[in-house]
């Protein structure tokens, strides 16, 4: 996820992932499509879907694009990808629905049945999968901006959760990126 330094993901409701707070050059996108090419599978809310949805699928073959983002549209509409929703039926580009009332339980019976590294896209999504253990590693990539308010990346918690460090870098403009282990995920 896109983070600020005070782990807000938009200051103002609607950014959808795309403030003018966040410095996504070519060598951070050329890291978001090698990372995301290695994934087996994509899990998504539905308003990080519906935003990539949005952009995506037309990208990869506009030529007015960097190669950069049309090789990340090329990726994200070909990749495998989980829908979690309570409002759509459909989804195209390779996307399976799960509309479940218990989407947890669905996704924890999904995680068992794939190999190799799932991603998961969405505040909401995320803070119910750590809360249910489900998330093994959280990987942050640090804007250097303090927003000061808007949405944060995770919902109120009831308790610490540690985190061990695995992976740290720095990329163009300041941003860093910090992969961690959960401690002891439940699942």
């Given at each position: 996820m896109n983070v600020s330094v005070d782990m807000r993901i938009e200051q103002t409701p609607g950014e959808q992932g795309g403030g003018a707070w966040?410095?996504?050059?070519?060598?951070?996108?050329?890291?978001?499509?090698?990372r995301a090419r290695a994934l087996s599978l994509m899990v998504q809310g539905r308003t990080v879907y519906e935003t990539m949805e949005a952009f995506w699928p037309a990208a990869r073959d506009?030529?007015?694009?960097?190669?950069?983002?049309?090789e990340y549209g090329e990726?994200?509409?070909?990749?495998?990808?989980?829908?979690?929703?309570?409002?759509?039926?459909?989804?195209?580009?390779?996307?399976?629905?799960?509309?479940?009332?218990?989407?947890t339980g669905a996704l924890a019976d999904l995680r068992a049945r794939t190999d190799g590294d799932i991603g998961v896209g969405g505040a909401t999504l995320a803070t119910a999968l750590l809360r249910a253990g489900l998330l093994d590693e959280v990987m942050l990539f640090t804007h250097p901006v303090i927003l000061g308010s808007g949405r944060p990346l995770f919902d109120a918690h009831d308790e610490p959760l540690q985190l061990d460090?695995?992976?740290?870098?720095?990329?163009?403009?300041?941003?860093?990126?910090?992969?961690?282990?959960?401690?002891?995920?439940?699942a």
């Open positions: 966040m410095r996504i050059g070519e060598s951070l996108h050329r890291e978001f499509n090698a506009d030529d007015s694009l960097p190669d950069f983002l049309r990726i994200w509409t070909s990749m495998p990808k989980v829908l979690v929703t309570r409002t759509r039926t459909s989804a195209g580009h390779n996307t399976q629905v799960i509309r479940s009332p218990d989407a460090l695995l992976e740290q870098a720095r990329f163009d403009e300041g941003v860093t990126l910090h992969r961690y282990a959960v401690r002891n995920p439940a």
